[in-house]
């Protein structure tokens, strides 16, 4: 089945520092792959998505692109602010029945 | 999160003891999906229902049912609780595509004692 794999936690960054969190995923069709963002207290927002293969999604500094030869879609940025830190998800969802599936998220904390 | 409202956002339960998620909308999305969130496992799948009238399981539906009465409302009920269903819970809004993206409620804590 479908499923998606992303790099464990926490992770503690200076702000300004050079942010990777790495996810690959398993599908048997061809999902659209997608980054949430979760600050505390609160329900997850969409971050950026990536449709089809080769694909870049970006948002707010934060980019992924969609690599199909490596089933991979890792998050970065290039300069980290305090007001990133929060918990990330990396998620695709698939035909049938357009069911999402998600990682077990990355907790992100930057330091000024 | 505006659109997807959740009632309760917070409710202590002792084991046995029933109660009923609200999730309402004002989207107009076909799709809408019960998850829960625990510590170190993500966001797991319960329920979700594609259409008004129609429901499908997820990962862990066990302990749990849900309805979908119409396009507005999907609700998610507890008929006896236990412990191990002490979680957060989200509700989420999807358009039914592929592409498109899932909205979320700010969620409900349920603590089962």
């Known amino acids: 089945g479908d499923s998606v794999t992303q790099m464990e936690g926490p992770v503690t960054l200076s702000e300004e520092a050079f942010l990777t969190i790495n996810c690959t995923y398993t599908?048997?069709?061809?999902?659209?792959l997608f980054w949430y963002v979760q600050y505390p207290g609160e329900g997850l927002q969409l971050l950026l998505k990536a449709t089809k293969a080769d694909d870049k999604g970006s948002n707010k500094g934060f980019e992924a692109t969609y690599r199909k030869e490596t089933t991979s879609f890792h998050l970065e940025k290039g300069s980290v602010q305090v007001s990133d830190s929060a918990v990330y998800f990396c998620a695709l969802s698939d035909l049938p029945g357009n069911q999402f599936y998600f990682g077990t998220g990355t907790s992100l904390t930057v330091i000024p | 999160n505006a659109g997807v409202t959740q009632t309760p956002k917070f409710q202590v339960l002792k084991t046995g003891q029933s109660m009923t998620l609200q999730c309402a909308q004002d989207?107009?999305?076909?799709?809408m999906y019960w998850y829960r969130q625990d510590p170190g496992m993500g966001l797991r799948l319960i329920y979700y229902s594609a259409s008004e009238g129609t429901t499908d399981k997820g990962e862990v539906p066990n302990g749990y049912n849900v309805s979908r009465l119409n396009k507005r409302e999907f609700s998610l009920r507890l008929e006896s609780a236990a412990p191990s269903q002490t979680s957060v819970y989200f509700c989420?809004?999807?358009?039914?595509?592929?592409?498109?993206?899932?909205?979320f409620g700010e969620g409900s804590r349920l603590t089962v004692l």
């Open positions: 599908a048997t069709g061809y999902p659209s």
């Open positions: 989207m107009n999305h076909n799709s």
């Open positions: 989420a809004l999807g358009r039914g595509a592929k592409t498109g993206e899932l909205f």
